[in-house]
């Protein structure tokens, strides 16, 4: 899932600080899940606004609502009878969410209401950790199915580098070396001869390098 | 054609079957020209080549290759470094074939430090290509004439190509394994981290030496005399990769007060010594860090000197 946290309270009243009636929009994908932007912590949201504004001598107005998803133009349309009601919107869905109710309501001002951090997964309780960069085109089964391009901080393809030390990158002790993990499931599965085997300049036209992406399924399209 | 791949100084010592000594100059933080004259003035006359070493530490220093040309001016044959993290793929074979125009013959391959503890933690970082991959990219502009596109080069660069390896990185059991990875991309000599464990090392080579590397490309011995504790302690510690046998530590702290230099190079001597008669070393690598000045000294010492004219 893509994985987000909230913004600071102070940071978000900031971006509000002229408005005076606000919508603040949830939605039930991976903000839920990662609990930064489902039905919960619209609620929480809605409460703090008003609580500090209150204490401002500026009340306001908040609305709150939660979507299926943002990243459906179908369910971006649910708000089309409310939004106009609301000066601010602050979408607590992923970067994705707030782009769309952007697109959708061009005299809406929207705004981010967490910070989208990447794709992965909780690990424990509260923990979560990156899985993927969304390179467009996925290498890992030559690396014992774990990703380099998006877990080693220098992507390396033919790793580990000099600084790995105890099963922990050069970068941090709280970061695993992916590689080092690579290296120990492939040698475990007698796998070493493709290990040591070069691998090529990866090509980074499908990544972000290449440009904003699209993408065009011919059979889907109607 | 020639019998060398790229005629540097270097590959000519050792090719020749002498045992190389090869220095490293850090260029400065700034563009002070005089500053990098009189530390590469240091190592003249007493080493091979000079490494000039790439924003190490990911700390903005001169650029490498401008240093190397003015070592080259000096008249010191530089060993160019150059880092993947700061250039792209088109940055990476541009500056080869600069650096090689200007006279450089050598280039150590590296994929560089993180920009996480260096002085510019907020900058983005480039990792296109791998350390490996520019060792291979190197060798494919050398000996294929072709950039990585498949497309020809008009006049092809030729360099020797360097790699670097570290015996006590972990996973212990793959890095020799990672060498003959390095090798088979195409490095002609490697040097290794500094070296301070030296059972670790002499297990690496034995490997290395089974294996047949040692036949296949000039392995240096990393060496790094320690110039105090304080200095063995952040090794030990704070260096990612850097393994300081407490036994060493010990013998630093047991010289007293003022004499932990003094012994500090005396192990140094000892290691080079060792090296000279290991099987599949042919080579030193002094990173004297700030130290360039007690690299005469010590050279002499180690009865590395005087250098040999190929
Ligand atoms: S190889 Fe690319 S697509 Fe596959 S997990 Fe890594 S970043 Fe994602
Ligand atoms: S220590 Fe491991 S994860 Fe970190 S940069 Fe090196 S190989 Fe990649």
């Not at chain 2, 240091?42 to 000079?50: N, P, R, T």
């Not at chain 2, 391959?109 to 490996?132: A, R, T, Y």
């Not at chain 2, 850097?242 to 004499?259: D, F, H, Q, T, Y």
């Amino acid at each position: 899932m893509i994985v987000a946290e909230p913004k600071p309270i102070k940071e978000l009243l900031e971006m509000v600080q002229d408005f005076n009636k606000i919508l603040v929009i949830g939605c039930k994908g991976c903000v839920t899940v990662c609990n930064v932007g489902g039905l919960k912590e619209v609620g929480i949201l809605a409460s703090t606004l008003k609580i500090a504004r209150k204490k401002d001598g500026r009340e306001i107005e908040v609305g709150e609502h939660v979507l299926e998803r943002q990243c459906d133009p179908e369910y971006i349309d649910e708000v089309k009878d409310i939004i106009d009601d609301y000066d601010a919107v602050i979408s607590l869905a992923c970067g994705v969410g707030p782009q769309f109710l952007s697109e959708r309501y061009p005299s809406a001002r929207i705004f981010p209401g967490v910070n989208t951090k990447f794709m992965g997964g909780a690990v424990e309780h509260g923990v979560w950790s990156e899985r993927c960069a969304g390179c467009g085109q996925c290498v890992i089964h030559y690396f014992g199915g774990l990703c380099p391009i998006a877990r080693c901080s220098k992507s390396l393809m033919n790793g580990p580098c000099g600084g790995s030390s105890h099963g922990k990158c050069e970068i941090s002790d709280d970061v695993d070396c992916i590689w080092d993990i690579i290296v120990r499931k492939m040698m475990a599965q007698g796998r070493l001869d493709e290990l040591v085997k070069f691998r090529p300049p990866k090509s980074w036209t499908t990544a972000r390098d290449g440009g904003p992406r699209k993408m065009v399924r011919e059979e889907l399209v109607i | 054609m020639s019998e060398y791949k790229a005629g540097s100084n270097l590959e000519k010592v050792l090719k020749a079957g002498h045992f190389a000594f090869t220095g490293e100059c850090g260029p400065p933080q700034g563009a002070n020209i005089e500053l990098l004259k009189e530390k590469a003035g240091h190592l003249k006359g007493c080493v091979d080549a000079v490494n000039v070493t790439d924003n190490q530490t990911a700390v903005v220093r001169m650029s490498s290759w401008a240093a190397s040309l003015v070592l080259l001016q000096e008249g010191l044959e530089p060993n160019f470094q150059m880092v993947c993290r700061d250039r792209n793929r088109l940055a990476i074979q541009s500056d080869i074939l600069g650096v090689y125009t200007h006279g450089i013959r050598n280039m150590l391959c590296l994929s560089g430090d993180h920009q996480k503890f260096g002085d510019h933690p907020e900058s983005k970082n480039v990792f296109d290509i791998d350390s490996m991959q520019l060792i291979n990219t190197v060798k494919t502009m050398r000996d294929d004439g072709k950039f990585l596109n498949g497309k020809d080069i008009d006049v092809p660069p030729r360099l020797f190509i360097g790699a670097a390896s570290n015996p006590f990185a972990e996973p212990f059991d793959f890095r020799v394994y990672r060498l003959a990875k390095k090798i088979e991309a195409g490095a002609d000599f490697v040097q290794t981290q500094c070296i301070y464990n030296m059972d670790r090392f002499r297990e690496f080579m034995k490997r290395a030496v089974d294996m047949g590397l040692h036949e296949k490309c000039y392995l240096l011995a990393g060496v790094t005399p320690m110039k105090s504790v304080g200095m063995a302690r952040y090794m030990a510690k704070q260096v990612p990769g850097m393994e300081v046998p407490e036994s060493l530590i010990k013998r630093l702290k047991g010289a007293g007060k003022g004499k932990v230099a003094e012994e500090g190079i005396k192990f140094a001597i000892e290691q080079i010594h060792e090296f000279e008669e290991m099987e599949g070393v042919a080579g030193v690598h002094l990173m004297a860090i700030e130290w360039e000045h007690r690299v005469p000294e010590i050279a002499e010492r180690a009865g590395v000197l005087p250098r040999p004219q190929v």
